[in-house]
């Protein structure tokens, strides 16, 4: 195996474990009763998924719609709350005790692109179905400087949601504009005051790296503007131009574009931490004045994660399933409407997803730990797998000669060039059986 600096530091983010494209119609639908009853149960993550936004971004390769009619949303709605019934039956028929919820999130999507009535609906399908006393959670929700009205905030923070989170990218109009998103600058600092005036205890802003025409002036802009609304969070975001949006019919990658992304990440770092920020991840920065965490941090990819809607993703210790998955418009168009056309008992079971043996556990919690600040700690590993890490992985060994990580204690942490490397490392330590079917995955 060789060193992840051999290949691009922009390789992919792996927002979990293995990646969507992985995913394969399993041999043998599961039911979800089984799947749930071997699963830890009383601290879940629940995650309601809204495909729907004002527009599509050239960026963009979430599983969304844009500009969805009215009728339809009441139909997805509708279907919504007949999946939330089959999973809490699913969950109760288990024979692993009760359940409970520990933490919730609200995303997409653009979850305020809904109604209020119809936003308050979504909550009622976490609330009055699934039982998730939301008052006394952690809760996340997303929004956009188009859909962030005072009203919606306020209801999504009455309803429980501490925090809000923004997707900005730049504080230049020709910027965004360049990537299919016309933005008014004034828009999106208005939307960040109504969120701080709805009341959540943190507000997170994220931004892109890379942007067509971006310079490093233009970035520390963009930088600076954000940090005067003084977000407890922001997270940072490189470019990725990939197949099927509209970037990936205009701009190919290569080392140029690595260098200039490379480069305005280091400065961006450089800034933040000047500022009081602490980083996290290589995306996530926190504020010294953050409130502190009580219960498990926001992290939508840890397993015992239960996800409701179309495109969501649900996550058990053995298998990770989900709808089919889709990049372009009229794939992700047609997935939606077969999903609504549902009938309840079809949520019985779970037929699309992956299985994961020890081996792909174990990679998983590498990947998971590593990549965030508290690195991997070989004591839990041990606990958890029976032998050290290097034991299995010993591939591992390969990162701090190459000054991407170091052992502080019983943790592998990443330095700051392995912070900067983490779209190389995570995918350099997937299995040859995730990295082949994601090759193979048919681009839809």
């Not at 910027?175 to 960040?192: C, G, K, S, W, Y």
């Not at 500022?275 to 219960?295: E, K, L, N, T």
């Not at 190459?402 to 592998?412: D, F, H, K, T, V």
């Amino acid at each position: 195996m060789t060193s992840p600096l051999a290949d691009p530091p922009y390789g992919a983010y792996l927002y979990s474990y293995p990646h969507k494209t992985a995913y394969r119609p399993l041999p043998q639908p599961r039911r979800l009763a089984d799947v749930w009853a071997r699963e830890r149960r009383e601290a879940l993550f629940l995650y309601l998924h809204v495909p729907f936004c004002e527009m599509r971004c050239g960026f963009c390769n979430l599983f969304t719609t844009a500009r969805p009619k009215a009728d339809f949303v009441d139909s997805y709605l509708d279907t919504l709350e007949r999946q939330a019934r089959r999973a809490r039956a699913a969950l109760e028929e288990g024979a692993g005790g009760p359940f409970s919820f520990a933490r919730f999130a609200v995303g997409g999507g653009t979850p305020t692109l809904l109604s209020e009535a119809a936003l308050a609906r979504l909550l009622d399908v976490a609330e009055v179905i699934m039982g998730a006393d939301l008052a006394r959670l952690p809760g996340s929700a997303e929004t956009s400087p188009e859909t962030a009205t005072v009203e919606k905030l306020r209801l999504l923070v009455e309803r429980g949601a501490d925090r809000l989170s923004i997707g900005v990218q730049s504080f230049i109009e020709a910027e965004t504009r360049a990537v299919n998103r016309p933005q008014d600058p004034a828009e999106a600092h208005a939307a960040i005051e109504a969120m701080r005036a709805a009341g959540p205890s943190t507000v997170n802003v994220d931004l892109i790296y890379g942007l067509p025409g971006q310079t490093a002036a233009s970035w520390q802009f963009t930088l600076d503007e954000t940090l005067r609304h003084e977000p407890e969070e922001v997270y940072l975001y490189p470019l990725y131009v990939r197949p099927l949006t509209t970037l990936g019919r205009r701009r190919a990658n290569g080392q140029e574009f690595d260098d200039y992304r490379l480069a305005l990440y280091r400065q961006a770092c450089e800034h933040l931490g000047a500022a009081g920020y602490r980083q996290i991840s290589m995306r996530m920065f926190r504020a010294a004045r953050a409130p502190s965490v009580d219960g498990p941090v926001f992290c939508c990819q840890d397993d015992g994660m239960l996800g409701l809607g179309c495109g969501a993703r649900s996550y058990t210790a053995e298998l990770h399933y989900s709808t089919e998955f889709a990049v372009g418009a009229a794939g992700v168009r047609e997935i939606l409407a077969s999903w609504v056309a549902r009938d309840e008992s079809s949520f019985d079971v779970a037929d699309y997803g992956f299985v994961l043996d020890e081996d792909e556990r174990r990679r998983r919690f590498v990947i998971l730990s590593l990549l965030a600040d508290e690195g991997l700690d070989r004591r839990r590993y041990a606990d958890r797998f029976g032998d050290d890490p290097l034991v299995h992985l010993p591939a591992l060994d390969a990162l701090e000669p190459e000054g991407l990580a170091s052992w502080q204690g019983p943790s592998l942490r990443l330095t700051a060039r392995g912070f900067e490397r983490a779209d190389a490392i995570g995918p350099w330590l997937q299995s040859p059986r995730v990295r082949d079917l994601m090759n193979e995955w048919e681009l839809r």
